[in-house]
């Protein structure tokens, strides 16, 4: 099962369909919602998707697969010490929420919508980007720059960065590269100095 699709109608498509998951819910969006939004017939968006559960599979997978490819290429680029890497992968996930914030929110808050055959087709993209967390986060326990269970650092350091969602404005005065910084700065009490 791959439900992305290279098509610019498709990935359009998506992008709205995110959007009113964002806004209504994936219970409360109906395919007649989805059609008026996309601006085509309820019996035409059978054309590009299978069926509702499909769509959400392809705004999930789309956000997933983006948050994967930013964090690996900030991690290809930002050299080799812990503290670097770490940085690097809060502010792809801060950078992950500012260009793909609706199939974020969606992939955070819709994932228990999914069924059963979506969940196994995207627990691979999933368990790469967490991959990615742990192993960073390995190397900064190791290199003695935090301290503590590396699966609740995890947990903690996504957690916080998942909530800005909530209360973050890209139009504000911080920038994703400010709230990396201070992220990492909480973490690591020594970089302060």
């Given amino acids: 099962m791959n439900v992305v699709n290279e098509s610019p109608r498709r990935k359009e498509l998506t992008r709205i ?7 209504e819910g994936f219970d409360r969006t109906t395919v007649r919602m989805l059609a008026r939004e ?3 017939k309820s019996g035409s968006l059978f054309h590009h998707f299978d069926d509702k ?7 999930i997978e789309e956000g997933t697969h983006n948050a994967l490819t930013l964090a690996q290429a900030a991690l290809a680029t930002c050299g080799e010490s812990a503290e670097a890497r770490l940085h690097a992968m809060a502010r792809a996930h801060l950078e992950t929420l500012l260009t793909d914030r609706n199939a974020h929110v969606v992939a955070l808050y819709e994932w228990r919508r999914l069924d059963e055959g979506a969940r196994q087709h995207l627990g691979h993209l999933r368990d790469a980007y967490e991959a990615l967390w742990q192993e960073v986060i390995g190397d900064a326990l190791e290199a003695g720059l935090i301290r503590g269970d590396r699966f609740l650092i995890s947990r903690f350091v996504l957690g916080a960065l998942n909530w800005t969602v909530r209360w ?8 994703p590269e400010d709230l990396a910084h ?4 909480m973490l690591t009490p020594q970089g302060r100095a």
């Avoid at 973050?168 to 920038?175: F, N, V």
């Avoid at 201070?182 to 700065?185: G, P, V």
Wanted: with cysteine; charged share 15%; glycine share 6%.
């Fill in 168 to 175: 973050y404005d890209p139009e504000g005065p911080r920038s």
């Fill in 38 to 40: 996309m601006g085509i």
């Fill in 17 to 23: 369909a995110a959007q009113l998951f964002v806004q």
């Fill in 53 to 59: 559960q499909e769509i959400l599979c392809a705004v």
């Fill in 182 to 185: 201070e992220l990492i700065a």
